[in-house]
Nanobody, 123 residues
């Protein structure tokens, strides 16, 4: 089994930055495409960003394009979410996912999920 663990969430003022981390452990086989999703209270989980197995392709939701980036870490199956120019509407629980096949914006296709980390952006 593969476990994902997110870290780095917290409280930040609007306009500030946060960096989330996600690391996979357990029976990882190779490098997984990975992604970030978020869920605000009363809303469905939504796609934020994803990165391909090689790191050569990245995908972003329109709402975060130009503000967030999803770099891979040096350790295998480690990924970050660098969030700049944060807005109150970015407040949500952020989840990291890993897909055994390909990077995707479809949450239903992800095979493994972390427990989530809370990000709160205040005015």
């Amino acid at each position: 089994q593969v476990q994902l663990e997110e870290s780095g969430g917290g409280l930040v003022q609007a306009g500030g930055s946060l960096r989330l981390s996600c690391a996979a452990s357990g029976r990882t086989l190779g490098t997984y495409p990975m992604g970030w999703f978020r869920q605000a209270p009363g809303k469905e989980r939504e796609f934020v960003a994803a990165i391909s197995r090689s790191g050569g392709s990245t995908y972003y939701a329109d709402s975060v394009k130009g503000r967030f980036t999803i770099p891979r870490g040096d350790a295998k199956n480690t990924v970050y979410l660098q969030m700049n120019s944060l807005k109150p509407e970015d407040t949500a629980v952020y989840y990291c996912g890993a897909d055994r096949n390909s990077a995707t914006m479809d949450a239903d296709r992800y095979d493994y999920w972390g427990q989530g980390t809370q990000v709160t952006v205040s005015l």
